[in-house]
C-alpha cells in the first residue's frame, strides 16, 4: 500500500461519519413522523364506557359527556411546554365566534391526556387557565372537562378515532394537532386540523355532527349545510359555488314572478268610473 493510498483512505475514514450521521438523522425524523398522524375513521364509535379521572380525581366516564349534543374531543398532554397550551388558547377564542353556538347547551368539548403518568397538578392549572378565558360560559368544568386515565383507556379512545402520536426520549410527546367532532351518540363526524381552527369550520362540523338540530334555528342550519361542503384536500369547509349560485338564481326569480303578479293584479284591478250621461 502506497503512501499516497493510506492517505486518501485515511481522509475517506474521518468523513465517514459525517457521511453517515444525516442519514441516521434522516431515518429517524422519518420513523417519528411515520408513526403519529391521523388515520381517519369517519363514522367509527369511541368507547363511551372508559373510565378516566378529572383533576380532582374524581372517577369520569366518557359517556359522562355525551348529553344530546355533538362532543369535540382533543388529545392533548399538559406538560406539553408551547402547542397544547396555544391549541387551548385557540380553541377558547374560536368558541366566541360561533354565533349562537353555547358550549353547554349546543356542543360540549373533552380534553384527554395521551400521558398516562400526567400530573393532576397540571391538569387542573390548564383547565384553570383556559376557564379564566371562557368569560360567557358557567360552570366550564361541567362542559369542557381536562382527563387523565391509564394507558390501555387512553389507547382505545386514540385509537378509535385513528391519533397516531409516540413519546419521546425526554418525556414528551409527538402528536398532531386535531379536533375530531363527534356525534351525539358517539360517532366520528368531522376532523379538524391545525394549531387554530376557523369559526365557520367548527361551527360547520358541530352542525352537520347535530344533522342541524343545534342552535336558535334548524331552517339556517340547513341552508349553512346546503351553501357549504367539506374540502377533504384542503381539509376545511368551502362555499358550494354551484349551489349558492342556484339559491340566488331561485330567489331571483321567485322575486320577479311575485313583482309580475303585483303588476298584473294592479293592471286588472276596478278602473274608476267614467263622466255619467245627462239624463233627459
Not at 468523513?15 to 444525516?22: D, E, W
Not at 381552527?197 to 342550519?221: C, F, H, K, T, Y
Request: with cysteine; aromatic share 8%.
Amino acid at each position: 500500500m502506497t503512501p499516497a493510498f493510506r492517505l486518501l483512505l485515511f481522509g475517506v475514514l474521518l468523513q465517514l461519519p459525517l457521511l453517515v450521521a444525516p442519514a441516521w438523522g434522516h431515518s429517524t425524523a422519518d420513523q417519528v413522523l411515520g408513526q403519529i398522524g391521523v388515520d381517519e375513521h369517519p363514522g367509527a364509535s369511541v368507547p363511551l364506557q372508559t373510565g378516566f379521572r378529572d383533576p380532582q380525581g374524581r372517577p369520569v366516564r366518557l359517556a359522562d359527556n355525551f348529553a344530546g349534543v355533538p362532543v369535540v374531543l382533543s388529545l392533548n398532554y399538559y406538560a406539553c411546554p408551547t402547542l397544547c397550551p396555544l391549541v387551548f388558547r385557540n380553541l377558547a377564542a374560536t368558541l366566541a365566534g360561533l354565533g349562537d353556538l353555547k358550549l353547554g347547551r349546543d356542543f360540549r368539548i373533552v380534553t384527554l391526556s395521551i400521558n398516562p403518568q400526567e400530573s393532576a397538578a397540571l391538569a387542573h392549572d390548564k383547565a384553570t387557565k383556559t376557564y379564566a378565558m371562557l368569560n360567557e360560559v358557567r360552570e366550564p368544568a361541567r362542559f369542557w372537562p381536562f382527563l387523565m386515565g391509564n394507558q390501555r383507556e387512553i389507547e382505545a379512545v386514540a385509537d378509535s378515532v385513528g391519533v397516531r402520536y409516540l413519546r419521546q426520549e425526554g418525556g414528551d410527546y409527538a402528536h398532531p394537532n386535531v379536533l375530531v367532532v363527534l356525534t351525539p351518540e358517539g360517532k366520528v363526524s368531522r376532523y379538524l386540523y391545525g394549531l387554530e381552527v376557523r369559526p365557520r369550520d367548527l361551527q360547520l362540523a358541530l352542525v352537520e355532527a347535530a344533522d342541524g338540530r343545534i342552535g336558535s334555528s334548524q331552517a339556517a342550519n340547513r341552508l349553512l349545510l346546503y351553501c357549504f361542503h367539506y374540502d377533504p384536500v384542503g381539509k376545511k369547509y368551502v362555499l358550494f359555488a354551484s349551489r349558492l349560485m342556484s339559491w340566488v338564481m331561485l330567489s331571483v326569480l321567485a322575486l320577479t314572478g311575485l313583482l309580475i303578479a303585483l303588476l298584473w293584479k294592479q293592471e286588472r284591478g276596478p278602473r274608476a268610473p267614467g263622466p255619467s250621461k245627462p239624463t233627459t
